[in-house]
């Protein structure tokens, strides 16, 4: 089994970071959390995904479903990896990997308790240019590096129309 470096965790987490950057909004709104998340539940439908979607700004919720399949579970994961991104304004892959690159888990990192707080793939912030992270994009189902990989090819999708 091939091992990984510092130095290939550190690429990582700097593909990561860049990949925040890049996928940021001119503005967003309740229409845009729809659209967004409209998108994503297509998406899990046309691969059979059992996927909980949240779209929120700051406490507001402006997008949820639960496809078929998806359980309670689901959205006690989307509350904790939200938790994550809110707090340390990353995607929770990102805090994964940050993390696993620490050598700590979550609680000993942030003296944070993990059942509040999951750094697993699948939380992602919403950033409008100019002004920061201001929600989060979050998917809970499929596995973690996939529940990733969905937000960041819709809105990569969504981000070069506008």
């Known amino acids: 089994m091939p091992t990984t470096t510092t130095s290939d965790n550190q690429t990582r987490l700097d593909t990561l970071i860049a990949e925040e950057n890049q996928l940021q909004f001119l503005y967003f709104n309740q229409q845009i959390a729809w659209d967004i998340g409209s998108e994503l539940r297509a998406n899990a ?12 700004v700051g406490e507001q919720c402006l997008f949820h479903c639960a496809l078929d399949g998806a359980t309670l579970d689901n959205q006690e994961w989307v509350r904790r990896k939200s938790n994550v991104t809110k707090r340390f304004q990353r995607s929770s892959w990102y805090m994964k990997h940050h993390l696993e690159m620490k050598g700590k888990n979550i609680e000993q990192a942030s003296f944070i308790n993990e059942k509040d707080y999951s750094p697993f793939g699948g939380c992602f912030p919403i950033r409008v240019k100019n002004t920061g992270m201001i929600g989060t994009i979050t998917v809970s189902g499929l596995p973690q590096h996939e529940d990733h990989q969905l937000i960041v090819d819709v809105l990569s999708q969504y981000l070069k129309k506008e």
């Not at 059979?48 to 949240?54: F, Q």
Request: positive net charge.
């Open 45 to 56: 439908i046309e691969k059979h995904a059992k996927v909980a979607i949240n779209i929120s």
